[in-house]
RNA sequence: GACCCCAUAGUUCAGUGGUCCAGAACUUCGGAUUUUCAGUCCGACAACAUCGGUUCGAAUCCGAUUGGGGUUACCA
């Protein structure tokens, strides 16, 4: 008993999918992943959910690398650095879920289904329409063995869809809120295998979390949903399921999900912003959760050390920055001695690699050295200093402005590179397809971004104070002229939608 | 809509049946210190969502209601 308990070593992962920008609700269930890890002694591990072909990048997915080792997160086992699990990264064990999956298939717990996505919107249009839940009706079931294996050797593309009790009620237990119960008419017969022959989370994760020997799984309260199908195929697998342990879930001040339309959520704000790492992490740390004596402001391996799951609050925390600016500031002051602090201010915004950006921009512009510090100062700083009325220079109304800003924001959420000839040309087009001068459209933008109406150029600043500052800036604008109603919101989308806009 | 989760000040937490007319931090507002600002110190405002039950006793346990959130994909 005793030697059981010593090998049972407690393993936790941080899984997230390389899509878009590295999120501070990635960083967040990170942190509490490691803390719960280390404190038991155990390992955590970092695997890349990078199943989803379309959307996933290697950039992102460095990203997430520098951004979770930033903010001081290290992991013992991971795509980058290995271990005796691996691979880390899913697109690399497309085998190993084949061979699940047809395992499943084999023992009747799973099934062929060929029907395409029009089919099946039609057929949850069908049921919404008769005022039904909309669910998969089982058609793939119906299908003959005999006729499966005709169209499947026919090159016909298919999918493969997990069985599910028709009735009861499912059980499980999670570590923070107890018993658990779920209808199973509840639960879809979920897609295991895309047609592309890629898993989905559910069949990657249960199929990773098992060989990776996970004993912990700790993650976002929006995946308490999915648990009886995880729940199922562990019993399918005949395997025993880890720990299932679901965290709030950060939230917007409106108190909705964090999203990155409503907040900066990317890791790189906030370093672009001059946070210190160990102050944002300080900060994650008190989402949900305080030290024993109440003190606000700790290091990691001071929470790691009093770290306890069970004192995780489940309320969902606002992410506001109210507070993490206070504790930033704190850092600062305290944690730094004077050439520490040289050395992360110039590291933060005299780098050589920020300089080089920034003198091409100034040398010609420049009478006098002294003239470097305001005519810089908008590169080097945080949100300008603007209000409605700083919009009203110019030719355009302040309707256009708040319709031209809310474009542009969408419009760069697309851009998929960061440099001035990608911006020329994405923002070229919208000021065409908005039938403006592009000179005029991007005089708001110009304002929300420099906080001025003059300075270097627009493109080369915004390639100076990177994606992740320019969409904050835009979105400051919008709220100083007025952030569209939801009822105008709905209506720019619409129009949005019908420019002609290509993705570049 | 259905299902699931959650509920202490504007925000983040403490509180796990009596020591709670609820404790701290941020924010805001006063005051002190400082040439100014920042900081620091002192102080003030401010909450157990509602209703019912269990109990000698409830912020704490149970139920209902209300509110918020999530899920409802060949995205994770």
New binding site residues.
């Given amino acids: 008993m005793l030697l059981w308990i010593i090998t049972m070593t407690v393993r936790t992962r941080v899984?997230?999918?390389p899509?878009g920008d590295p999120h501070v609700g990635t960083a967040y269930i990170a942190l509490f992943n490691l803390c719960f890890a280390r404190q038991q002694g155990g390992s955590f591990i970092l695997r890349v959910?990078d199943?989803?072909q379309k959307?996933s990048s290697k950039d992102s997915e460095q990203q997430i690398f520098d951004s979770l080792r930033w903010l001081g997160l290290e992991w013992d086992e991971g795509p980058d650095i290995g271990g005796e699990y691996g691979p880390y990264r899913q697109s690399e064990r497309t085998q190993i879920y084949q061979r699940h999956v047809q395992e499943l298939v084999r023992a009747g717990h799973a099934f062929h289904c060929f029907?395409?996505?029009q089919e099946?919107d039609e057929m949850?249009r069908e049921q919404m329409s008769r005022g039904e839940?909309?669910?998969?009706d089982g058609r793939g079931l119906a299908l003959a063995a005999d006729e499966v294996e005709r169209r499947i050797a026919a090159g016909e593309?298919h999918?493969i869809r997990m069985k599910v009790p028709e009735e009861g009620v499912c059980h499980f237990e999670d570590m923070l809120?107890g018993p658990?119960?779920?209808?199973w008419s509840?639960v879809?017969m979920q897609?295991l295998l895309?047609?592309?022959g890629?898993p989905?989370?559910h069949l990657a994760n249960v199929v990773d979390d098992h060989l990776m020997e996970i004993s912990h799984v700790i993650r976002g309260?929006?995946?308490?949903?999915?648990a009886p199908k995880h729940q199922l195929l562990y019993k399918y697998f005949d395997w025993e399921m880890p720990q299932l342990c679901h965290m709030p879930?950060l939230?917007n001040p409106?108190?909705?999900?964090l999203s990155k339309r409503k907040n900066p959520t990317s890791i790189n704000f906030y370093r672009a912003m001059g946070y210190m790492p160990e102050a944002l992490i300080n900060y994650l740390g008190?989402?949900?959760?305080?030290m024993p004596d109440?003190e606000?402001k700790f290091e990691l391996d001071e929470m790691i050390a009093h770290f306890d799951i069970?004192?995780v609050?489940?309320?969902?925390?606002?992410f506001?920055t109210?507070?993490l600016d206070?504790l930033n500031?704190?850092w600062i002051?305290e944690n730094l001695d004077e050439h520490a602090f040289g050395e992360r201010v110039v590291e933060w915004a005299f780098n050589q690699d920020k300089l080089r950006q920034i003198i091409p921009l100034v040398q010609g512009r420049v009478e006098k050295f002294s003239d470097l510090a305001p005519m810089t100062a908008y590169l080097l700083s945080g949100m300008p200093d603007i209000d409605e009325c700083s919009f009203e220079q110019g030719k355009l109304d302040q309707d256009i402005s708040r319709k031209v800003l809310q474009y542009a924001s969408w419009r760069l959420e697309d851009v998929s590179e960061w440099n001035t000839d990608v911006l020329y040309q994405a923002l070229n087009e919208l000021a065409k397809a908005m039938e403006l001068k592009l000179k005029d459209m991007l005089l708001p933008l110009f304002i929300a971004i420099t906080g001025k109406t003059s300075a270097p150029p627009l493109f080369d600043s915004m390639v100076v104070l990177g994606p992740y500052l320019v969409r904050a800036r835009i979105r400051n604008g919008l709220e100083k002229v007025g952030t569209p109603s939801k009822k105008q919101l709905k209506k720019l989308e619409k129009e949005y939608r019908t420019l002609d806009l290509t993705v570049s």
Avoid: C
């Avoid at 008190?286 to 305080?290: A, E, I, L, T």
């Avoid at 609050?313 to 606002?318: A, E, I, K």
């Fill in positions: 899984a997230p999918s899509t959910e199943t989803d959307r029907a395409t996505a099946l949850r839940t909309p669910k998969y593309p999918v809120r658990i119960e779920i209808p509840q879809d897609v895309k047609a592309d890629m989905t989370y309260e929006e995946w308490i949903n999915s879930l939230r409106d108190k909705s999900k008190r989402m949900g959760w305080s109440e606000e069970g004192n609050h489940l309320g969902g925390p606002v506001d109210e507070k206070w500031g704190r002051r």
